[in-house]
Each structure stands twice: as C-alpha cells, then as structure tokens.
C-alpha cells in the first residue's frame, strides 16, 4: 500500500520558532509537494520538488523554505513562525507530473501558532 | 488565468438521495479534470480523472463525472449517498502550460442527513 507519512498530526508553537514538517513517501516518486490548505480556499502549492536538491516556488512561498536531501523526505521550514501560518499543511508525492497522474497525500499536519 | 470554481460551499443531502457536485473552470485547451475527497482527518484521496475519451468518467465508491465541454464544467454525482460519504470535495484542474500543476477549486462540504 502506498504510503505518504507526516510527521505529526498536531504541532503548537510559538511565534518566532523555527518549525521543521517532516514528510517521508515510500513509492519511489520524483515530485514531491508541501500545500497549506485554509477553509474557502482549497489547496496552496507552497513549494514542490522534482528531484532530489531541486525544488520550485509555489503560489505562497514567502515565510517559507523547503529541504529535499533524500528522495523520499521532503521538509517544510518555516524560519520564524507567525500567527497567520496557523493551518492544515499536506504534504503530497506523485510518479509524474501532478497534471498527468494521481498525487498520493499524507494525513495532514494542523499546526497552530501562538 | 486559469481557475476552477466550486460554487456550492456546504451541501446537505439525505442519506440515500442523489448528489451532484458542481465544478466549473476556466482553462483555453482541453484540461485533464480531477475530484478528490478528504475525509475528516485524513489526506487527500482521488476519486476519478479524466485525460480524454469517455467524457463520462467512472471512479472509485459509486461515483461518476461528466466533462461537458460546452458548459466547462466536470460534475461529481452519485446515485445514493451513504452516511460515509461525508467528506469534503476537491476538484482540480491539470494545466499543460502550468507551472504549479494542478489548479484547485475550494472544495464542498458533503453533509448527510440520517
């Protein structure tokens, strides 16, 4: 069964801690994604990455950075939290590029800034 | 600019009854068109895709899609509704041309009556 692990449910921090979201997938895939989901507004790519040390901006990156050593794990960075960070980030993999084959999603990691 | 539009935020449907999730975009060529459903609590799942061929497109847990080009729309229905099918709906565009891959609408809140 193909697996997309977070590394965590529930995270609360401060503001102005550094905060590491972990993401490992077990499929082997290339591109990897970091979105931060709000209510009314769907899904926001913040960065995603098609190979190992590569990555690309998103929609939102500002307030954002990225890691991808392995190619399994993709990390999300935010460098100095806010309060307006405070969201649901789902973190996603696929084989392909995302507009040609199924993306595969973690559970989801809330995170709460306060 | 390309954008997917989920005009229903919250629908109400009766265990048993019929549904139907409406799904417009905006895109100049021929877009692939996903749903996926999120469970309470869990990552994003796909429900159906369509590329080409067949504009009506079956998927996983009874549910169907229609591409109607015309109305540049992609539908979600499903004949009867099980209480398990309370989730939120995600619709989402693939551009060809995008850098950002996949285009997402705001999602719709599925809620069951008993």
């Known amino acids: 069964d193909v697996k997309v692990t977070q590394s965590s449910r529930y995270l609360v921090k401060r503001t102005g801690e550094k905060v590491f979201l972990e993401c490992v997938q077990d499929m082997d895939h290339e591109n990897m994604f970091w979105y931060r989901q709000d209510p009314g507004l769907g899904l926001r790519l913040i960065y995603f990455?098609?190979?190992?040390?590569?990555?690309e901006k998103g929609d939102i990156p500002e307030g954002y950075s990225v890691s991808r050593e392995k190619k399994e794990r993709f990390s999300l960075i935010l460098e100095s939290a806010s309060t307006n960070q405070t969201s649901m980030y789902l973190c996603a993999s696929s084989l392909l590029p995302l507009q040609n084959t199924e993306a595969f999603f973690g559970q989801g990691t809330r995170l709460t800034v306060v | 600019a390309q954008s997917v539009t989920q005009p229903d935020i919250h629908i109400t449907v009766s265990e048993g009854a019929s549904l139907e999730l409406r799904c417009n975009y905006s895109y100049g060529a021929t877009p692939y068109l996903f749903w996926y459903v999120q469970s309470p609590g869990q990552g994003l799942q796909l429900l159906l895709k369509y590329f080409s061929g067949d504009t009506l497109v079956q998927g996983i847990k009874g549910f169907e899609a229609e591409f109607k080009r015309s109305q540049s729309s992609f539908n979600l229905r499903k004949p009867s509704v099980h209480w398990s099918d309370a989730a939120e709906y995600f619709c989402a565009v693939g551009a060809m041309d995008s850098n950002y891959q996949l285009i997402w609408g705001a999602g719709t809140k599925l809620i069951i009556k008993p």
């Open positions: 990455s098609y190979d190992v040390k590569m990555k």
